[in-house]
């Protein structure tokens, strides 16, 4: 495989007219580097743009396709920007290809799970603070993975933290910061939701099936009910 580099995207994949074979070489290769795996998610990104239509079903089965490389190619640069983050806190050789691969795949509620168990608390805080939306309900599920011999004191920003609101009602502080890689032109639109519906795409938050037995999911920052 020759290297990926903004001179071999023009050379090559730019002058391929079959726009789903450049989406799916974009989205299953994994180059050398994180830096090479990132000229190739935005060249894909840049081959997903399609127009604005009003409705879902006025799109083609061939345009929807091409939304779905398009959602993927989204979550895969949202895990290439937090994989880099958490090598930055590891201490052991890190192979790019073999670990970027396996962790743009993993289930995130099933890595955060890991991370307590390991006692990770740099990773598992970043993972909770890029990926807020799919692991803050599963927050107190996750940090009951800690083993009981690690010092609270090692985690304790990652704990909730109870206040009275004005309603009198015990309220979580939302301690933890929500940090999502996308901007705003990048979130999810009505339509993107509309979308995802007609073809029943599962996101990685709706997908629990590693579990052996249900885990609660609770709303955050959570609100006393009595």
């Known amino acids: 495989d020759a290297d990926v580099s903004e001179a071999s995207i023009e050379q090559y994949l730019s002058q391929i007219t079959n726009r789903i074979w450049v989406l799916d070489s974009c989205l299953t290769r994994v180059p050398f580097t994180p830096e090479a795996m ?4 935005d060249y894909g990104l840049d081959r997903t743009v399609l127009p604005v239509r009003d409705v879902p079903s006025a799109y083609s089965e061939s345009e929807k396709l091409i939304w779905q490389y398009r959602w993927k190619l989204l979550d895969y640069s949202d895990r290439l920007e ?3 983050l958490i090598a930055v806190e590891r201490t052991d050789e890190v192979s790019f290809v073999d670990d970027y691969a396996y962790f743009r795949n993993v289930n995130l509620v099933a890595q955060a799970i890991e991370y307590a168990y390991q006692g990770a608390f740099p990773a598992l805080t970043i993972l909770f603070e890029r990926h807020a939306s799919v692991l803050l309900p599963f927050r107190l599920f996750i940090l009951s993975q800690i083993p009981e011999s690690i010092a609270p004191g090692s985690y304790q920003h990652l704990l909730p933290r109870v206040h009275v609101n004005p ?6 502080t939302a301690a933890l910061k929500s940090l999502p890689w996308r901007t705003s032109d990048l979130l999810p639109t009505e339509m993107d939701k509309a979308l995802k519906q007609s073809v029943d795409w599962l996101d990685d938050a709706c997908d629990l099936s590693f579990a052996t037995f249900p885990i609660p999911s609770i709303a955050y920052p959570a609100l006393s009910t009595e």
Do not use: D, F, I, P
């Open 38 to 41: 990132r000229l190739l998610l």
């Open 167 to 172: 309603a009198g009602q015990k309220e979580e």
């Open 82 to 84: 937090t994989w880099r």
